[in-house]
Nanobody, 122 residues
Framework: VQLQASGGGLVQAGGSLRLSCAASGRTFSSYSMGWFRQAPGKARDFVAAITYNGVNTYYATSAKGRFTISRDNAKNTVYLQMDSLKPEDTAVYFC????????????????WGQGTKVTVSS
C-alpha cells in the first residue's frame, strides 16, 4: 500500500482543514487507518484511527470533539476533518495503514504517507 497525504496548509486559529490520504492498491479496504502528527523536536503522536470498514473510530484526547476521521473505500481514501484548530495543532500530519485494529502506537502500522504540514496561526 502506498499512501499520499494532502490538504495541509496555513489556517488561523478557530479555522478548519480537511486532510486526505489517498492509497494505491486493491487491499486498502483491508486496513485500519490512522492519522499521526509530529511537531518540530517532538515525537510522533497519535491523532485518530478508523477500522477497515469505517464502523469504529478512536481519537486522542486532544482530537476528540474537534477532529473527525472517515474513509471512503470506493475511493481508497481516508480523511481527517479538523475543526476549531488551535496553534498547538501545528505539525506535520501523517497517515498510516495497518492490519491491527485501532492502534495508537506508530509501531502497529506498516505503511506511511509522506506527511502534510499544518500550520495554525494565533
Amino acid at each position: 500500500v502506498q499512501l499520499q497525504a494532502s490538504g495541509g496548509g496555513l489556517v488561523q486559529a478557530g479555522g478548519s482543514l480537511r486532510l486526505s490520504c489517498a492509497a494505491s492498491g486493491r487491499t486498502f479496504s483491508s486496513y485500519s487507518m490512522g492519522w499521526f502528527r509530529q511537531a518540530p523536536g517532538k515525537a510522533r503522536d497519535f491523532v485518530a484511527a478508523i477500522t477497515y470498514n469505517g464502523v469504529n473510530t478512536y481519537y486522542a484526547t486532544s482530537a476528540k470533539g474537534r477532529f473527525t476521521i472517515s474513509r471512503d473505500n470506493a475511493k481508497n481514501t481516508v480523511y481527517l476533518q479538523m475543526d476549531s484548530l488551535k496553534p498547538e495543532d501545528t505539525a506535520v500530519y501523517f497517515c498510516a495503514a495497518g492490519l491491527s485494529r485501532l492502534q495508537r502506537t506508530p509501531d502497529a502500522y506498516d505503511y506511511w504517507g509522506q506527511g502534510t504540514k499544518v500550520t495554525v496561526s494565533s
